[in-house]
């Protein structure tokens, strides 16, 4: 009784072992190959429940969500051979689950070593076809686009694999040249300072010998204005004078002689002597004149 118990509970394991074995799942995320011997009779498996052979089929299982590699720096020469340290990146997916297998064996750092190549290859020779100022600005999006081409292509056809986007992160020179590069741009721009200096001084100059021609212009003008305002005021008092000279001749000849006086003699210490008979005491005879205190 006790014997046949263990034989119950030995063939109950093995069946539930060949079940577990019998019986796997593929997920959403994943894509699968079934295997005969290591000889595909299933090349891509639909997600869900499936079964298998034990001994003789087995399950190969791959990532089907996108898989992004990071490539190392490499470094390139430009059409004009300037060496230049670029860092790329590419997006890719299992397409073909078949040549993937056969390509790679599924192993994901063997395709993602087999991708590295061919895209150094391909930016290689692209950027051995341009410029660095095409490469760094003008035909960038364009090297990109032709990689992408021409690597979609082949690594469909080769790996099984589609690609989604290749980047370049980042292009710099090597040490060596940047500093001969800053350099050279540091003097450009003193060079480029200096002219301008130069140019703003010589502005400068133009504009203060306009300012100085303008300043003499302006003065010079304003002088004749005020000449000729002053003429026409002096030519205006003699011309009243004239008028009240003309009205009485003798008054005016005395004030004259009053106001000679009182210049000549403003110290306040001079005498003057006269003779009673003088001419000055000739308009104090005269009844129409009053004598001033």
Do not use: C
């Amino acid at each position: 009784m006790k014997s046949n118990s263990v034989f119950v509970l030995v063939v109950a394991l093995v069946a539930v072992w060949l079940v577990s074995e019998s019986v796997y799942i593929v997920k959403e995320t994943e894509r699968a190959v079934k295997l005969r011997f290591g000889e595909i009779v299933q090349p891509d498996i639909p997600p869900g429940l499936h079964f298998k052979i034990p001994f003789v089929n087995t399950v190969k299982k791959f990532e089907a969500r996108l898989v992004t590699l990071d490539s190392r720096p490499q470094s390139f020469l430009t059409l004009e051979a300037k060496r230049l340290i670029v860092d790329s990146f590419i997006k890719w997916r299992i397409k073909d689950v078949e040549t993937y297998y056969t390509a790679t064996s599924g192993d994901e750092n063997r395709a993602n070593s087999l991708l590295s190549s061919r895209i150094e290859t391909n930016l290689r020779n692209q950027f051995g076809e341009r410029t660095l100022n095409q490469v760094v600005s003008g035909e960038r999006e364009d090297l990109m686009d032709e990689v992408n081409r021409a690597l979609s292509t082949v690594a469909e056809r080769e790996l099984g694999i589609e690609i989604l986007d290749i980047r370049i992160k980042r292009i710099d020179l090597p040490t060596e040249v940047s500093a001969s590069v800053y350099d050279r741009m540091r003097s450009e721009r003193l060079r480029l300072a200096r002219e301008l200096r130069a140019r703003g001084l010589e502005l400068a100059e133009g504009i203060r010998a306009d300012a100085d021609r303008q300043r003499t212009v302006i003065t010079a003008n304003a002088f004749s204005a005020a000449e000729i305002i002053r003429g026409e005021g002096d030519a205006e008092a003699a011309n009243i004078y004239a008028n009240a000279f003309n009205q009485d001749q003798e008054f005016y000849s005395f004030v004259r002689s009053l106001n000679a006086y009182r210049e000549s003699f403003s110290g306040g210490g001079d005498i003057l002597v006269m003779e009673p008979n003088s001419e000055f005491f000739r308009f104090f005879q005269n009844p129409m004149v009053r004598p001033t205190n």
